[in-house]
């Protein structure tokens, strides 16, 4: 007769074989290593000043001449760095379609246009120039940006104080930004401006404008949502670029664009994002 103790372990080896065979294994079997992460197009965001001093914006850096002998050295750094990446296109903040941007890269390539103060042309063209890329890809779309809007509910509701204080801290934002141009670098310059934590307060400068608001006068609210509609427009357009799982896209965008288009690339599993850190180590924002 069977001692009791010999039963039970048998029983206990028995169970925990039909256990592993459920599971799609078997007793001493090695485990089968994870399937290899499939690659994935990266999309690497530059958040740049307008170099060209354009003053589109409520509030605008004070740029100085990026052709003169210094700043061009800079550039050239810069574009150094930026080709680390090895980016397959690259997109810039023009018109979506616009055959003017395309024009003046041909024109470009060919010696026969000299290059603006523009960070499209400073940027975005000598990159692709330097890779022989064919073209380069204008992506921007327009939108509303009900700012009097919110500005006039603040007045109408006696909250235009704290409209001010809002204002005056994105101003002091800007200016800082700018007396930091002054003594550093233009790598240096981008390498703060595309700081996590210089892009997290620039986002949340948008986001304090939601208080201006009451439920049946969403201004603030309002305003946010119509820039992160233009914004996840521009990233459409950046999508549609992808057409291949080894493509690296550089998107050159004035840094006001940078949190947004960066959430965007982060939310969506298809892509993965790439930074100004990863090239060069960024100082602390």
């Given amino acids: 007769m069977r001692r009791p103790e010999t039963t039970l372990a048998a029983t206990l080896v028995a ?4 256990i592993l065979v459920s599971l799609g294994a078997t007793p001493g079997a090695a485990q089968a290593p994870p399937a290899p ?29 990026v052709l003169s002998a210094t700043r061009q050295r800079e550039i050239e750094e810069l574009v150094e760095v930026l080709l680390r990446f090895r980016p397959t296109k690259v997109a810039v903040e023009a018109g979506v379609g616009s055959q003017r941007i395309s024009d003046r890269y041909a024109a470009y390539r060919a010696g026969q246009y000299q290059l603006t103060q523009n960070e499209i042309d400073q940027i975005g063209l000598r990159v692709a120039k330097a890779l022989g890329h064919p ?30 204080s809002v ?4 101003g002091a934002s800007v200016e800082r930004q700018s007396a930091y141009l002054r003594t550093h670098t233009v790598l240096e310059v981008l390498q703060y401006m595309n700081a996590d934590s210089t892009v997290a307060r620039d986002v949340a400068g948008y986001y304090a404008f939601i208080p201006f608001a009451d439920p049946y006068d969403y201004a603030g609210p309002d305003l946010v949502a119509r820039w992160f509609q233009r914004n996840i427009r521009i990233y459409r357009n950046i999508r ?12 050159v965008y004035g840094a006001g664009h940078l949190g947004w288009l960066r959430e ?15 090239l060069v180590r960024a100082p602390a924002g």
């Fill in 240 to 251: 549609s670029l992808v057409t291949s799982p080894n493509d690296r896209i550089l998107v």
């Fill in 264 to 278: 965007d690339v982060r939310n969506d599993a298809t892509v993965e994002l790439r930074t100004l850190a990863d």
């Fill in 37 to 65: 992460t499939a690659a994935r197009p990266e999309l690497l965001i530059l958040g740049t000043y307008h170099m060209a001093n354009p003053g589109r914006d409520v509030h605008n850096m004070k740029a100085d001449d």
């Fill in 167 to 170: 204002e005056a801290a994105t």
């Fill in 15 to 18: 169970v925990a074989a039909a």
């Fill in 135 to 164: 073209t380069v890809y204008p992506v921007d779309e327009s939108g509303e940006f009900p700012y009097y809007r919110v500005l006039n509910y603040a007045k109408a509701n006696g909250l235009k104080a704290q409209f001010d």
